[in-house]
């Protein structure tokens, strides 16, 4: 089955603490991962995608595919990072069909 | 350029009513997509236009959901009739290619009494 797993509904951290916010996907493909982030009152907008290997707003994330596992990472956060973040995977053969995990709240504290 | 338009933002109806919403997609993106968002999910997946025809629809409610994308660009979602459980966030959102990230509009927010 595919699917995308985000065991965290809220992560809340400090600001400047380092945030991991977790996300593990099931497929028996390559898939193709991507990051979503929703912040209050806007729209859902692509933060990142693995295959481009970009750093977006100081956020990285690392496919392991043993682990099947694409985390998303950021050394400080920032009061402006508190948003919804989702996970999505993109099964290959080129559909463009986005599977999205459930969501992860991330607050961060001044 | 301009965002996915989605109209209208809000709509409350009564079960066994129906309901229709329209999205405009960013000019030039073939590919568009009608996502539902029931509360504290994410998004999934109803119907997946390329152009005008139909890419993947295998989770669309058929009896009672519809969806047409009229000449490639515009397109309607319609819910006939609807139920309580239809009660959700509908987000359209567009690309330009197929392996792209995708925009995607405000949404629809429905409630179903």
């Known amino acids: 089955a595919q699917r995308v797993t985000q065991p965290e509904k809220l992560l809340s951290v400090f600001k400047g603490a380092p945030v991991e916010l977790k996300c593990n996907y099931s497929y028996s493909g390559s898939p193709e991962l991507f990051w979503y982030v929703q912040y209050s009152r806007q729209r859902l907008q692509l933060l990142l995608r693995?295959?481009s290997r970009e750093s977006i707003k100081g956020f990285t994330a690392d496919l392991n595919k043993g682990e099947t596992s694409f985390h998303l990472k950021k050394p400080f956060a920032q009061e402006e990072d508190s948003a919804m973040y989702y996970c999505a995977l993109q099964p290959s053969g080129n559909t463009g069909k986005l599977i999205f995990g459930q969501g992860t709240t991330l607050q961060v504290k001044p | 350029e301009a965002g996915v338009a989605q109209s209208p933002r809000y709509k409350i109806i009564e079960k066994r009513q129906s309901v229709a919403f329209w999205c405009n997609p960013i000019s030039g993106h073939a590919t568009l997509y009608w996502y539902q968002q029931i509360l504290g999910q994410g998004p999934k997946l109803l119907i997946q236009f390329q152009n005008n025809g139909v890419v993947d629809d295998s989770q669309l409610p058929k009896d009672r959901f519809s969806a047409e994308r009229l000449k490639g660009v515009d397109s309607t979602l319609k819910i006939q009739p609807a139920k309580l459980e239809d009660s959700a966030v509908y987000l359209c959102?567009?690309?330009?290619?197929?392996?792209?990230?995708?925009?995607f509009g405000s949404g629809t927010r429905l409630t179903v009494v």
């Open positions: 693995h295959i």
């Open positions: 959102a567009s690309s330009l290619q197929l392996n792209y990230g995708y925009t």
